[in-house]
């Protein structure tokens, strides 16, 4: 596993390094997301576990709005190595990671979906579990659980008009 | 056994004009559950495929930021829903990482136990269904008769058939007794001639070959780029299994093997899961015999496990603890950190990226479900394979649509 010297002098020195049980995290500013995620692919990461994002609207002493999080495998070894990548609107776009592990590309689509990330580049950016028409981001913290009405308010087809 | 030499035909274009467009699902037989696949087929060939999901989603990840710990696993009971203790397990597994409980050994065996009568749970139908969907009903009765007995297994520990909500943090809803475990016991016993017979009728059947063989080919390369794992990953030759990579529960006790094939393609994945059945009932025997005696829930950290019923009724401490652990204004002190923490489901490797906030409800729980994964890879598979082959190909995978969408 890379070291957090290595890691910095690879892509620069703003990089933070946490760890909780046995997870170790590195966060890593948006613009370097991609560089690093690149890195690590190379450094033997060969498995993009999950990924997925967090909203830190109502989270105590947060500092940013979202993080986009990827839990990184090496499959040869067993090691971990979370990737924490913050983001603030209005600035909502990541560079897709399916060119380097084809696996992201739903786990890209259901974040858009949920949280309104844009990974740029992505093949197919689509909404995957919410409908096409659907506007709003549910998973976000200021969207109401009981939602916004959507429900009530779907077409009726009756049996004459269809 | 090298990899499989693939079935499938060249494709040559996706937009060509005399391509036509097959529906297929959402409510189909073969599909088992509720999802759709576009289909563009050249005659029978199938050029590509699109899916579509989302016909199930509930906002399981939404209501889990609402419900406490102990009440969440309700939900996550209804993901995978034909091995739904395996998910329970999961899930507790990691709020257990989150608020550093160690649980007692007594525990960890009977979690072990119920882990594995999952993986026989949902192997048994998975290959079922798939024997079902290329024209072998008796394979499935045969395996459906046994799932009814672990629904005995389950509804004797917990009270209910289906859906259990037996595991609590730090501990299970209640201790099982020794009549239990005889009848574990026997039923492993029951189990392996059961075994011999679904090999003696699918293994070497010939329709059943020609069906499975060559199709829907993964080479280990695809497999971990495409973030694969489970039973579908082992059958291709990837070896990688979290009981044994990274042990959690009784695991690193006991002793199985982890079961790999190299053809990657449907008959191969039809193999690992027979052979990971056996392995199962392997580890359910050693584990049946060696449970230890104990206590079943955590005794260290008594603000977060309902306590017996005597104390209940008997002392003011235990009456005072029931209070603060059952109010939904009280609860128990969790670490403001997040963690991410996943065990091997029959299916795969489920994981929860849990984010706590202090309060005893996940502010984020984030699953990883193996069937989102593995069905994303659909496309891949069937490209250039006859239209029979889809309902081949999805058996294999073992799509649950309730897991897939949540």
Redesign the interface.
């Known amino acids: 596993m890379p070291s957090l010297e290595e890691i910095r002098a690879k892509v620069g020195a703003e990089i933070d390094e946490s760890s909780f049980r046995d997870n170790r995290r590195v966060i890593v500013p948006a613009e370097k997301a991609f560089t690093l995620l690149a890195w690590l692919k190379e450094q033997g990461f060969n498995m993009l576990v999950d990924l997925t994002a967090v909203d830190y609207l109502e989270y105590p002493k947060a500092v940013d709005r979202f993080h986009v999080v990827y839990v990184l495998l090496n499959v040869d070894s067993g090691e971990r190595l979370v990737v924490k990548t913050p983001l603030n609107p209005p600035e909502l776009d990541l560079p897709t990671v399916t060119t380097l592990w084809k696996g992201a590309d739903w786990m890209e689509r259901e974040v858009y979906d949920m949280y309104g990330i844009v990974f740029a580049g992505h093949p197919d950016l689509r909404r995957i579990l919410m409908p096409d028409e659907f506007t709003a981001y549910p998973l976000r913290k200021d969207y109401p659980r009981k939602g916004y009405g959507e429900r009530h308010n779907f077409p009726v087809i009756t049996r004459s008009e269809s | 056994m090298p990899l499989a030499v693939s079935d499938a035909a060249e494709v040559d274009s996706v937009d060509q004009e005399y391509l036509w467009t097959l529906n297929f699902g959402p409510q189909h037989p073969a599909t088992h559950t509720t999802l759709r696949l576009v289909l563009k087929l050249d005659g029978e060939k199938v050029v590509d495929a699109v899916p579509h999901?989302?016909y199930l989603?509930s906002?399981f990840?939404?209501?889990g930021e609402?419900l406490d710990f102990n009440q969440y696993v309700t939900i996550v009971d209804r993901m995978n829903y034909i091995s739904p203790m395996a998910n329970e397990i999961a899930w507790h597994h990691t709020v257990e990482?989150?608020l550093?409980i160690e649980l007692t050994p007594r525990c960890k065996y009977l979690r072990t136990i119920l882990a594995e009568l999952m993986r026989l749970h949902d192997h048994l139908l998975c290959v079922g269904a798939q024997a079902l969907d290329l024209g072998a009903f008796t394979a499935f009765l045969y395996g459906f008769t046994q799932r009814e007995k672990i629904y005995d297994l389950a509804e004797y520990a917990s009270g209910q058939r289906f859906h259990a909500s037996y595991t609590r943090v730090g501990g299970v809803m209640f201790d099982v007794n020794a009549d239990w475990a005889a009848q574990v016991k026997r039923f492993t016993e029951g189990f392996k001639p059961v075994h011999a017979e679904l090999h003696r009728l699918l293994t070497r059947n010939r329709i059943f070959i020609d069906r499975c063989k060559g199709i829907g080919v993964l080479t280990p390369e695809?497999a971990?780029?495409?973030?694969?794992?489970g039973p579908l990953a082992r059958a291709s030759g990837?070896v990688?299994d979290l009981r044994k990579?990274?042990p959690y529960l009784a695991y690193a006790d006991l002793d199985f093997k982890v079961v790999c094939a190299k053809g990657g393609d449907v008959y191969s994945r039809y193999m690992v899961r027979m052979a990971e059945m056996m392995e199962s009932i392997k580890i359910i025997e050693q584990a049946i015999e060696n449970i230890p005696a104990g206590p079943v829930n955590v005794d260290s950290v008594t603000d977060v496990v309902l306590p017996t019923k005597p104390a209940v009724y008997r002392s003011i401490e235990g009456l005072i603890q029931h209070f603060e652990v059952l109010m939904p204004n009280r609860g128990f002190p969790v670490?403001?950190?997040?963690?991410?923490g996943?065990t091997e489901s029959p299916n795969g490797?489920l994981?929860f990226?849990l984010?706590g906030?202090?309060s005893n409800r996940a502010?984020?729980c984030?699953t990883?479900p193996p069937s989102?994964?593995h069905?994303?890879?659909f496309p891949h598979l069937i490209r250039g394979h006859q239209l029979s082959d889809v309902v081949a190909v999805l058996g294999s995978l073992n799509i649950i649509a309730a897991e897939l969408?949540?």
Do not use: C, Q, W
């Open positions: 999901i989302g989603h906002g990840e939404k209501l609402d990482k989150l550093g695809d971990i780029n495409m973030s694969v794992t990837v990688r990579d990274e670490p403001t950190d997040e963690v991410y996943a490797e994981g990226y984010v906030d202090g502010y984020r984030r990883r989102y994964i069905f994303s890879i969408d949540r």
